[in-house]
């Protein structure tokens, strides 16, 4: 493949032809930053800095607030379920660790940029970093995508009582998956540093011939030297090029089919989100019609009392899905995959055809606004103790959409401009380095916006852990909007635990048997 002709005719008259062709591979090879690139290098660095800082700071707040509850943080766990096991990753801790590496190899590829392009040192080994750096960003992609697959289909199993998504294929696909990209990738990354490597190396040598030529043949012509160069000089130059440019576009190629799959993996996830919303909508309903038909205290009348078979049949909405034809055990009970509640049945009951009694009037138009549901929350009076528990559910699963909502959107529009990217350098690579804008935008444009995202999403996690892990007659807590009468349990992620979620619908259950021994009394 011949990438690299000098040209005869483009020889300035007068010239020594040998000068003009080192002038033509050096602009070939090593181009010059515009003004302003070093400002913007620091401003990553900054960045970088910054994310390695909050990673690690909320890192440990996970740790405080799992010992707080005297538990011991995870990465993975083995859901059991009667089909079999499933990965579950605690996305949280996940998230600041690969967090904390991503930053880290980020300062490695900047460091490389600025040696390659400010400093000039350090040619040959530019592309190990330049194709390494998607790894660490699709590492952490994937691995929070599928955390979000996997909870919604363990959601949309759960609530259909069916499994349609075995164990065994789930698992399979998430760690062969996972190792299948990253192996190829980083085979080829070491592939196509290592061929421009040795074109880079080949080039030098081909800059001191021609430094000797011109020297030595100051009488040759510009067809003579052009003859000379292209005939024999340049052919190492263009074969290892051409090797380079070849594994550059597959392994970009690479890069975009696997950020496509994590936006495949995310729209799976979007089951996740519907459920969230469906169980929120019908629950706020429900409360708001409970304060409107009964005093504070006293819970609904149950269905058996009511003589509905199909309504006793029908789970609680605060009742736990996941226990649908599930086996007892501790590993259950302590299940990641319980952070959410379905009520699907009682929804299609309730929306199905046929009126509703008088006596459950669940249809409201208008559910509670987050509002009234912390004066709910709020409100310590011992006949309010439903509402309360009730409420403090309610809260804690809209803090949990709205966090399954922006990761859902950040991680799409990151991956959709790394397949873009990934794309643009699979099918013409040559023309990134035509001008140095489209350079810097082939690679920094995903740099800033993940850094970006990262640092915003970190300051927003450790804002929300401070927030629950300040007590709340300490003189911080009016700093963290978190007094006596906002207080409420959740853990320090900013969604709640299993153990956490366990432990309220034990309240709530507890709650509801005390409300209807309470109508029960004459």
């Known amino acids: 493949m011949v990438l690299i002709r000098v040209p005869a005719s483009r020889v300035p008259a007068g010239m020594n032809p040998y000068e003009f062709y080192i002038g033509v591979l050096e602009s070939v090879f090593d181009m010059d930053p515009v003004r302003g690139f070093t400002a913007r290098l620091a401003v990553l660095w900054a960045l970088c800095a910054y994310g390695l800082i909050m990673s690690m700071v909320y890192f440990g707040v996970l740790v405080i607030e799992y010992r707080q509850r005297k538990k011991t943080i995870w990465l993975w766990r083995l859901v059991r ?34 040696q390659v392009f400010v400093l000039k040192t350090h040619q040959d080994d530019a592309f190990y970093w330049r194709t390494t750096i998607f790894i660490a960003f699709g590492v952490q992609l994937w691995v929070t995508s599928f955390a979000n697959l996997q909870a919604g289909i363990l959601a949309s199993q759960a609530a259909a009582k069916k ?13 062969g998956a996972f190792l299948a990209m990253l192996l190829s990738c980083l085979s080829l990354d070491i592939v196509c540093g290592v061929a421009w490597a040795q074109c880079w190396r080949a080039h030098v040598q081909v800059l001191a011939q021609l430094r000797t030529l011109s020297v030595t043949r100051v009488n040759d012509t510009p067809a003579q030297a ?4 292209n005939g024999g000089l340049l ?64 819970a609904l009348t149950p269905p058996e009392e009511n003589g509905d078979p199909l309504a006793a049949a029908a789970p609680r909405p605060f009742s736990f899905a996941t226990r649908i034809n599930e086996k007892s055990s501790s590993d259950s009970s302590k299940s990641p ?14 929306e199905g055809p046929g009126g509703v009694s008088e006596d459950r009037p ?30 403090k559910q309610l809260l804690a699963l809209r803090k949990v959409q709205w966090d399954v909502i ?39 444009l995903v740099p800033w916006m993940f850094l970006l995202g990262i640092d915003f999403a970190l300051s927003f996690l450790l804002f929300n852990a401070l927030r629950h892990l300040v007590p709340n007659d300490s003189i911080f807590a009016k700093l963290f909007g978190q007094g006596k009468a906002t207080a409420r349990r959740s853990s320090a992620s900013g969604l709640l635990s299993s153990d956490e979620l366990d432990s309220m619908a034990t309240e709530s259950r507890e709650v509801d048997e005390v409300a209807i021994g309470a109508r029960q009394q004459p």
């Not at 349609?164 to 760690?175: C, D, G, R």
């Open 81 to 114: 379920r009667s089909n079999g096991r499933y990965i579950v990753g605690n996305q949280h801790a996940l998230f600041a660790i690969f967090s904390l590496i991503t930053c880290a190899v980020m300062i490695g590829y900047l460091v490389n940029f600025h």
């Open 163 to 175: 499994y349609i998504l075995s164990p065994v294929l789930a698992n399979t696909f998430y760690i």
């Open 226 to 229: 052009a003859a000379l160069v």
């Open 235 to 298: 052919n190492r130059v263009n074969s290892r090029l051409g090797l380079t440019i070849a594994t550059l576009r597959a392994i970009n190629a690479l890069y975009a089919f696997g950020f496509t799959l994590i936006i495949a993996a995310n729209l799976g996830g979007l089951a996740l989100l519907f459920t969230l919303r469906r169980q929120i909508n019908f629950n706020m309903r429900r409360m708001s019609d409970d304060q409107a038909v009964s005093t504070p205290g006293i």
């Open 337 to 350: 995959a319980r952070q959410v509640v379905f009520v699907r049945s009682v929804e299609q009951r309730l």
């Open 362 to 391: 669940y249809h409201s138009g208008k559910g509670m606004s987050v509002g009234e549901l912390k004066q709910a929350a709020a409100n310590d009076a011992p006949a309010s103790a439903a509402n309360r528990a009730q409420a």
């Open 406 to 444: 922006v990761l859902l959107i950040a991680i799409v529009i990151i991956a959709l401009t790394c397949v873009a990217i990934g794309l643009w350098l699979a099918i013409s690579p040559t023309s990134v380095y035509a001008r140095w804008a489209t350079t810097e935008v082939a690679y920094f």
